[in-house]
């Protein structure tokens, strides 16, 4: 029923509302993959010193960047589209 009521309120600006909430959950898949990679890469650079082994630091830094910038421009076109639609 509330979800209903929900709906209703905002009908005229449904497309809006629907861009943030995707734009919302694509910001929180971002946040928990760089926290992820940034965990991982912290890990590997560990084992690697304690091993003596040498890792590849380009791919996991653009990856962390990536996600980083993803991240940030996600959350702002979630701002945007949830505040056009309040």
């Keep these: 029923m509330a979800v209903l009521k929900f709906l209703l309120l905002i ?4 497309k809006a509302a629907m861009l943030g909430l995707l734009a919302s959950l694509g910001s929180t ?19 690697a010193a304690v ?11 653009a990856l962390i960047r990536l996600l980083a910038i993803l991240r940030t421009g996600l959350r702002y076109a979630d701002r945007l589209f949830s505040h056009a639609a309040a």
Excluded: D, H, Q, R
Aim: proline share 3%; no cysteine.
């Design 11 to 14: 009908k005229k600006e449904y």
């Design 51 to 61: 091993l003596g082994l040498t890792l590849n630091l380009f791919v996991p830094s």
């Design 29 to 47: 898949f971002a946040s928990i993959a760089l926290m992820s990679t940034a965990g991982w890469f912290l890990t590997a650079m560990a084992t």
